[in-house]
């Protein structure tokens, strides 16, 4: 079964679905409600766009109409909609054009929408059929050159894409921007159930002993009504049977394949252990299910554990001040920080600038270029768009979220101040606890001191590199503007979350007992040394204000996973006396590098080299650098 859920994205548009009772349902892999954005080539072509029905399901159901929003319909000069069932491509006058083999209809757009009803409704046959658009973008202008609008989906048939000149062949986009979806939607008559419901998930459940309980579903509807209410029956191994009713919050409107996560009530389990969950859906709205009868009932796991604890997850960013990609990752954390001020948790390593503390090679992850993103050590993510691949949407908060929300079983404290007695010294305590008993378990602690607001001088390694510089596409991107508006290098920048004293940011043998008692709480201190702070770039304290500092202590499994952690500000400190007004220096008009046989060459990615900064009063400054 494919799953259809939407992932937030920009607002541009809203589009509403609703579907209709009895015998006609709306069908789409952007979710209703959801609001898309712009996507496009930024070129006059053509474009042909396809979405594919062929589930077992819609067999025998009939394509009544079309709907598909467009960003805009200006300077769009062709316009067609169509059905086949193969994608196929034929030269003419030297360019792929789309051929369908069942059927094409020219149409008009309007209110920047194509709707287009069907004289003699299609049958869906068992091998299913795509259901496409083509367009002719005639003359660019700031919207036409980004006229598809798409949403977000994890199926894998939401959007095939081909163009006269970008994309020459047939493309599912979802391999290329995962999340991808057209939103498209078709309008099937056929016989349609009015409740119906598929549990498509039961997730597996870490819950305390002892006190109620829940476990998230993920439903999806397969009927015409909205999801208002439902009725389940529960097992949980052989100790607890049951059936509940509940309201949700969220009703999932009824377009087929729309989808919700709900949390489904469960009494409390006395006795710790691991026990086989069920759950049957046996009614819907108070109607019966009239889903298929495998399909409303699913199966996990519940862990019941003496306690649980709250998941803190941890972002780490590597990144550099001459990385024209960076500035992805600087906006990342500052709108985490401004949208989950108590929990966003991240550390920021540098590369080559005046904020580098330690090689590539000791990273606590592979790099394999700049910039990049990690969370939790496992899961390596785009700094900004995460793993949902929209460039303009800030993604890393719904892969940060989705860490957020589980439930750990391992718990982790700490508090950190300036020793009043040695002010080079910064003591940290901890205590770590676990929710079960382990034997040989591999755990350790590790730790990172982080500074806010670092400042640059008039060096002009402070100045960031900046891509995003007039690419207009960027700036719907929440916090992207303010790179989109600012010139190539962009001077006076305040970076936050940085790590600047790390020597154990991988783990310390032996700060966690191989052998863990179940809910025994473990004690242990550690020091930072204020003058090891040290930059590796130009040697200079990275201690710019001792009131602006930060502790993340973090627990890591046996591979060096972050399995939980937490952030402490470092207390006791006073400022340091010291002007920290950011120094925007001179404009740079130009950054260029020469290998040493003086040859130009691209941003560098590994040797020595001579950087050259040429300025827009005319000077130049060069000096030689090492990329490692």
């Known amino acids: 079964m494919k799953k259809r859920f939407c992932i937030t994205l920009l607002a541009i548009i809203c589009i509403t679905c609703n579907a209709v009772a009895g015998d006609t349902m709306v069908y789409g892999y952007a979710t209703s409600g959801d609001t898309p954005q712009a996507w496009g080539t930024n070129k006059a072509e053509t474009y042909d766009v396809a979405i594919s029905l062929n589930e077992k399901f819609l067999s025998g159901k009939r394509v009544k109409s079309v709907k598909i929003p467009l960003y805009t319909q200006n300077g769009i000069t062709k316009c067609s909609v169509w059905l086949t069932k193969v994608l196929t491509l034929k030269s003419k006058n030297g360019v792929k054009v789309n051929v369908p083999d069942i059927a094409s209809y020219n149409v008009t757009p309007e209110n920047d929408c194509i709707n ?46 081909h163009t006269s000149s970008s994309y020459k062949i047939w493309n599912n986009m979802n391999n290329k921007i995962p999340g991808m979806a057209s939103t498209m939607e078709v309008t099937l008559e056929g016989e349609i159930a009015d409740n119906a419901v598929e549990i498509t998930k039961l997730y597996d459940a870490n819950v305390q002993k002892s006190v109620e309980i829940s476990a998230k579903a993920l439903l999806t509807t397969h009927g015409s009504q909205n999801v208002n209410s439902i009725d389940y029956n529960y097992t949980i191994g052989n100790i607890l049977t049951g059936s509940k009713h509940i309201d949700l919050d969220q009703p999932i409107e009824g377009q087929y394949g729309n989808q919700g996560v709900i949390d489904l009530p469960l009494p409390a389990i006395d006795n710790k252990g691991e026990y086989d969950l069920t759950v049957t859906i046996t009614k819907v709205n108070g109607e019966d299910n009239k889903d298929n009868v495998l399909a409303m009932t699913s199966s996990s796991k519940i862990r019941v ?47 080559d600038d005046p904020m580098e503390i330690m090689y590539a ?20 993510i785009d700094p900004y768009s995460g793993s949902s691949g929209a460039y303009n949407q800030l993604g890393v908060e719904d892969d940060w979220l989705a860490l957020r929300n589980e439930i750990s079983t391992i718990d982790i404290s ?17 205590t770590v606890k676990f929710g079960d008993n382990y034997t040989n378990a591999g755990y350790k602690l590790a730790y990172a001191l982080t500074a806010d607001d670092l400042c640059g001088t008039d060096d002009e390694a402070w100045t960031q590199t900046n891509y995003f510089s007039g690419v207009t596409a960027y700036a719907s991107g929440p916090g992207m503007e303010q790179f989109v508006n600012a010139p190539k290098y962009v001077s006076g920048l305040k970076f936050r979350d940085v790590i600047i004293l790390g020597p154990d940011c991988r783990g310390i043998a032996g700060s966690i007992p191989s052998n863990i008692e179940d809910s025994k709480e473990y004690n242990s201190t ?38 939980n952690a937490f952030k402490a500000k470092v207390t006791g400190g006073t400022s340091n006396g010291i002007d920290n007004t950011c120094v925007s220096g001179k404009d740079i008009k130009d950054i260029s590098y020469y290998d040493y046989a003086g040859r130009k060459t691209s941003e560098p990615k590994g040797g020595l080299f001579i950087k050259k900064v040429t300025y827009r009063d005319g000077s130049v400054s060069t000096r030689k650098i090492v990329k490692k």
Request: hydrophobic content about 30%; aromatic content about 14%; some cysteine.
């Open 414 to 430: 700490l508090n950190a101040q300036w020793n009043e007695t040695d002010d080079n010294e910064i003591n940290v305590n901890t």
């Open 116 to 161: 287009m009803t069907f004289d003699e409704p299609y049958t869906i046959t068992d091998d299913g059929v795509y259901v496409g658009f083509t367009i002719t973008v005639s003359t660019l202008d700031d919207k036409s050159g980004t006229p598809i609008m798409i949403g977000g989906t994890s199926s894998t048939e939401g959007c095939y894409i």
């Open 361 to 380: 090679s000791y990273f606590p992850s592979y790099i394999g270029g700049y910039p990049s993103a990690y969370l939790n050590r496992s899961q390596e």
């Open 526 to 563: 550690y020091t930072f040394y204020a003058d090891e702070a040290v930059s590796l770039y130009n040697q200079k304290s990275l201690i710019q204000d001792r009131t602006k500092l930060n502790v993340v202590g973090m627990i890591l499994d046996s591979y060096g996973r972050i399995v």
């Open 305 to 351: 554990y003496s306690f649980v604890a709250e998941s803190r997850p941890v972002y780490e960013e590597y990144t550099g001040t001459w990385c024209q990609y960076c500035p992805k990752g600087f906006v990342a954390i500052e709108e985490m920080t401004k949208r989950h001020p108590d929990d966003f948790i991240a550390i920021s390593y540098h590369n």
